[in-house]
Antibody
Framework: QVQLQQSGAELVKPGTSVKLSCKAS????????MNWIKQTTGQGLEWIGI????????SYNVKFKGKATLTVDKSSSTAFMQLSSLTPEDSAVYYC????????WGQGVMVTVSS | DIVMTQAPLSVSVTPGESASISCRSS???????????VYWYLQKPGKSPQLLIY???NLASGVPDRFSGSGSETDFTLKISRVEAEDVGIYYC?????????FGGGTKLELK
């Protein structure tokens, strides 16, 4: 069965970076794009961007360009998202979701940015 | 960006009765290929969102046929017949026509 297993919760300091992972199983990793979504109480669901694991090609929401960097490791069927120059506004739950329909979602990872 | 607007913000339903949730997009979601790219998701309490309906009216795998989706190019409806306790949560519509993908603000379904 398709599963997306995300890394654990992060408590990070402002100004630093964090790299989140999403390990896929149960399907051919390179056959489906991977999306990343941010969820906050105030802003709801925000689409960050999408990566094609086969080619490494990416497309970002303009709002997150420079904030998020999407990569993959095909050998381990894992997608990554690095968030840089973190501020308290980056505190949220982040999901990976298989594209193009967001038909499977990871369990989410809470990122807390606090000094 | 395409704005997705949901109504109502919350709905309280007696088990066994039906519920409808509306979603409106700021732009037509009908592609030239004839597919309307609106999707519906349910986020149960403490869980990740799950796909319910894709391409406006297609039931996702494993989703009970109590759920149905319909609409036009910009106005969409999710209907839940015979609401059950497991249907409680927040429902989101989303557009997957163009980037950036965008979602509605959510509709919370509760039981009376």
């Amino acid at each position: 069965q398709v599963q997306l297993q995300q890394s654990g919760a992060e408590l990070v300091k402002p100004g630093t970076s964090v790299k989140l992972s999403c390990k896929a199983s149960g399907y051919t990793f390179t056959s489906n794009h991977m999306n990343w979504i941010k969820q906050t109480t105030g802003q709801g669901l925000e689409w960050i961007g999408i990566i094609n694991p086969g080619s490494g090609g990416t497309s970002y929401n303009v709002k997150f360009k420079g904030k998020a960097t999407l990569t993959v490791d095909k050998s381990s069927s894992t997608a990554f998202m690095q968030l840089s120059s973190l501020t308290p506004e980056d505190s949220a739950v982040y999901y990976c979701a298989r594209g193009p329909s967001f038909d499977y979602w990871g369990q989410g990872v809470m990122v807390t940015v606090s000094s | 960006d395409i704005v997705m607007t949901q109504a109502p913000l919350s709905v309280s339903v007696t088990p066994g009765e039906s519920a409808s949730i509306s979603c409106r997009s700021s732009k037509s979601l009908l592609h030239s290929n004839g597919i309307t790219y609106v999707y519906w998701y349910l986020q149960k309490p403490g869980k990740s969102p799950q796909l319910l309906i894709y391409r406006m009216s297609n039931l996702a795998s494993g989703v009970p046929d109590r759920f149905s989706g319909s609409g036009s190019e910009t106005d969409f409806t999710l209907k839940i017949s015979r609401v059950e306790a497991e249907d409680v949560g927040i429902y989101y519509c989303g557009q997957l026509l163009e980037n950036p993908r965008t979602f509605g603000g959510g509709t919370k379904l509760e039981l009376k």
